[in-house]
């Protein structure tokens, strides 16, 4: 089996802003503080403005190690791994684990199914957690979706309850939550401009030193090097889930993806190589970043025009760009893919 790509983690600082404001800057700038941290299977990186802004990435970075020995999926001592372990059995959490498996019920409800943190049986089957990549026979995949959806998840504040058969894994969420908590560290340390960018989650606070706004890249996901258009945000995330973050080729020679439709078990086909959304909670638009790629085109555009609290940018896998009108003066295309506004009044 050939393994392609697994680079999610190091393309993801790709996709950081597009600012000219290097680390060390003239008299009349604010000076920049920066870190960069390896954590969540990806590169993080941080850049904080003002006086409070060392202590706050400090606070940042154990705020991110706390949260990853929480939610990890892989670790053997986090939550998810009590509650995957627990064989039915409810098991007492963190305040962030419970948030965040309630937040994925929620999204299941909204998203129609589209987005849901049962799928790990299946994911891991299919090689995304553990690196072992291979297409499963169709048997073992039903077999995994009936552990999918063999009963619903119980949550308390502070207490998390799974079905016996069922696994799941926030793969989906978890870096969209540590952004908001990051942002939140930063406000309490008196931060008023940063930028970071966690894999592929970029996350704005206030706007840049001078006031104008950060300027972040989407990536072409036909060519993941370049970027096919940037946009102009201030206090926003800005989430893609994209096919080329992971990925392998199968002996068939088709490419199979880390995104998985909870229908059938297979890496979600449904016309979308890329989705970026745009809002101000990072958990909202990582959840809906996911989602709205295993919704694919149509229903991922229904579902914009009934939510306008977020604006999106959908890229189809015929190589079109579809993005919602509320960021009709904030972005601009850097490649010739053809773009088309989804107009939502
Ligand atoms: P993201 O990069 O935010 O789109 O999240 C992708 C990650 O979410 C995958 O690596 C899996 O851990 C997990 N995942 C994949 N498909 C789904 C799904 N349909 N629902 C929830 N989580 C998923
Ligand atoms: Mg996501």
Redesign the pocket.
Known sequence: MKKLLTA?ALSAVLLTALTSCSAKTSSSQPTASERDVFAMDTFMTMKAYGDGAESALEAAEERIRELEAELS?TAQDSDIAHINRANGAEVEVSRDTALLVDA?GKYWVETDD????R??PV?REWG??TGEYHVPDEATIAELLRKVHSGDIAVSETSVQIPAEAEI?L???A??YTGDEIMAIFRDNGVTSALISL??NVQALGSKPDGSDWRVGIKDPFSPDENMCVVSISDRAV?T?GNY??YFTGDDGKVYW?????NDGYP?DNGLVSVTVIGESGLRC?AL???L??MGTDKAQNYLCEHTDVDAVLVTDDGRVLYTDGLSDSLEMKSGMPAEVIVRD
């Open positions: 999610a999926v994925g589209a987005l849901d943190i799928v790990y994911l995304f957690t894994d793969g989906a969420l870096k969209g894999g592929g989430v889930s973050e992971r880390h995104i998985i439709d909870p979600a990582d970043s996911t989602a790629f295993v």
